[in-house]
């Protein structure tokens, strides 16, 4: 199954980070260090902060017929289900540059990488930002070219968003965690890479749409087969700005023209 296709169960929860109150700070950091023990031993001295997101709104796509909203008083007072077994980790993915090379490691994630999360600005909740789990590829396995083309359908949020506004900015984000090369570290530890590219997104014509076309099919073979009568097109996110973490220090925009010369090695694919 592909990752965008909706039985693969994707949530969208908007609302309004708060600092977590003393009374609460106990059961956070229970809760987060039960899940993520490494965080105990991240440095005191970058003064870490236990935030709370507050949902204001939640859209969970688990069929076909589109996302649906669900009220935050429901999934406040649902019994959660048992947590599923834990999944063996995924076969790690090969031919990772190393973090001083931030280029070709910044190149390697994205062609690596399958799926990431698309933030627009949404039409639906007034303007607040919104992030949808997109399928995308970059070109077929050995053909890096560094561009994020995806397939989007204008029943999908993301595709309204986009189809509101040309001026609007969009951002793409991608981790390394699902590649299987960050070991026991969590998701947020700097060691385990993740890239942020920004810029419009736009529909794919003239002799790019077979570029987009082979590049998506090729990673994403079940997409060729999506129904036609959801019109379905090609879309390009036009690369402006990249922030790449993937060491210790902070988050460093990554200049394009290094981007671009980058040449990663060809990974095997997870």
């Not at 289900?81 to 076969?91: F, G, S, Y």
């Not at 590219?197 to 749409?209: C, I, S």
């Not at 959801?230 to 690369?239: D, G, K, Q, S, T």
Request: charged share 25%; glycine share 6%; with cysteine.
């Amino acid at each position: 199954m592909d990752e965008e296709d909706p039985n693969c169960v994707k949530l969208t929860i908007t609302g309004n980070f708060q600092r977590v109150s003393s009374a609460d700070t106990q059961t956070a950091e229970e809760a987060l260090f039960a899940r993520h023990p490494d965080m105990k031993l991240w440095p005191r001295g970058h003064k870490w902060l236990i935030l709370e997101l507050k949902p204001t709104s939640l859209f969970l796509l688990d069929a076909y017929g589109g996302a649906k909203h669900i009220p935050v008083e429901e999934f406040m007072r649902a019994e959660p289900a048992p947590a599923p077994k834990k999944l063996p980790p995924p076969r790690p993915a090969t031919g990772r540059p190393p973090f001083f090379e931030r280029a070709r490691r910044a190149r390697w994630l994205v062609h690596s990488s399958r799926w990431g999360t698309l933030g627009t600005t949404s039409v639906h909740l007034f303007g607040a930002p919104f992030g949808s789990a997109i399928s995308f590829s970059d070109g077929a396995d050995d053909e890096a070219t560094g561009r994020i083309f995806m397939y989007l359908t204008k029943m999908d949020a993301a595709a309204q968003d986009i189809a509101a506004s040309s001026s609007s900015v969009a951002s793409f984000t991608l981790t390394e965690m699902p590649l299987g090369v960050c070991k026991r570290v969590c998701a947020e530890d700097p060691t385990c890479a993740r890239i942020t590219l920004t810029g419009p997104v736009r529909v794919v014509n003239g002799t790019d749409t077979q570029l987009a076309r082979d590049a998506l099919f090729s990673r994403h073979p079940a997409m060729a087969r999506w129904p036609a009568e959801h019109h379905f097109e090609f879309y390009e996110l036009h690369i402006e700005t990249i922030f790449f973490l993937d060491m210790y220090g902070g988050a460093k925009p990554l200049e394009l023209a290094e981007y671009w010369k980058a040449y990663g090695s060809a990974p095997t694919m997870p």
